[in-house]
C-alpha cells in the first residue's frame, strides 16, 4: 500500500520506517528541509538502536523516502498519517492541535481520491472528529475516513514494541476504514498481534489511559518507598512481593524520582484538562 507519513520526529519516522519493512510505500513528510535533507544523506536525527540501518535498508529498496512535498506524497495514498507534535501549551496545560489541524487542513487539500487519514499523535478525544471536519471543510467532495491510531514505542525499544506490540488499537467508524488498517497492519496480525478495534474516541481515550495508568504506578511505588523509610521495610521486596500477583505485574513498580520524559507529565496533564 502507499502511506504517507506527515512529521518525521520520532513517531513518524520510527512508524515510517517500520511499515516500509513490511513492504509498503512509504513516504516521510516534514517541513523542516535540513531535517528532510539529513535522512535523504543517511543522518539520523534521533537515537534509537537499529534504526539507522533500517531506514537505510529501505531507502535501498526503494520502499522509503523522504520530502517536503505534502501534495505530493498524499496524493494517491491509501492511508495519510498524522504524526505530529502535540505539545503542551504554555500557560492552561492543553494539548496544543495546531500541528494536527495545519496537517488536516493541508492533507485535505491533497487529496486525490479515496484514502484513510489516521491520528498517530497523541491527541485530546474527540480530535479525529475535527481532522474529519476540517479536512470536509476544505474538500466537501472528499471521500475520506479518519481513524485514530495510537502508538505505545517506548524510546530505546520503538523498533522492538513497533514490531511485536502487546496490541494495536484501531480507532475506526466503519467497516471500510477498518479493513484498510488491518491490510496496513497485516505482517503483525499473521505473527497474532492482538488488533483492537474500537470507536475513534475510544482509541484515543485509550491512549490517555494507558500512560495514566502508568504514571499511577510509578507514583505509588513512590508513596511506598516514602513508607518504607518510615516503618524499616525493604520497598524493592514490597515490589516484588506485589509485583508477583498477575493482577498488578512487576513492570513500572521500581522507586526512583518520579515519571517523566516527553509523554507522561504532557499526556497526564491533557487527560486531567479533558
Known sequence: MKIAMIGSGYVGLVSGACFADFGHVVACVDKDPDKIAALEAGRIPIFEPGLDTLVADNVRQGRLTFSTNLPQAVAGADAVFIAVGTPSRRGDGFADLSYVHA????????????????????????????????????????????????????????????????????????????????????????????????????????????????????????????????????????????????RIGAKFLHAGPGYGGSCFPKDILALVKT
Do not use: H, W
Not at 220 to 246: H, K, P, T, W, Y
Open 103 to 246: 496537517a488536516a487542513r493541508e492533507i485535505g487539500q491533497a487529496l486525490t481520491g479515496y484514502a484513510v487519514v489516521v491520528t498517530k499523535s497523541t491527541v485530546p478525544v474527540g480530535t479525529g472528529d475535527e481532522v474529519e471536519r476540517i479536512i470536509r471543510e476544505v474538500r466537501p467532495e472528499a471521500e475520506v475516513a479518519v481513524v485514530s491510531n495510537p502508538e505505545f514505542l517506548r524510546e530505546g525499544a520503538a523498533i522492538a514494541d513497533f514490531k511485536r506490540p502487546d496490541r494495536i488499537v484501531i480507532g475506526a467508524e466503519g467497516a471500510r476504514e477498518a479493513e484498510v488498517m488491518r491490510e496496513i497492519y497485516r505482517p503483525l496480525y499473521l505473527n497474532q498481534a492482538p488488533i483492537l478495534v474500537t470507536g475513534r474516541r475510544t482509541a484515543e481515550l485509550t491512549k490517555y489511559a494507558a500512560n495514566a495508568f502508568l504514571a499511577t504506578k510509578i507514583t505509588f511505588i513512590n508513596e511506598i518507598a516514602d513508607l518504607c523509610e518510615q516503618v524499616g521495610a525493604n520497598v524493592q521486596e514490597v515490589a516484588r512481593g506485589i509485583g508477583l500477583d498477575n
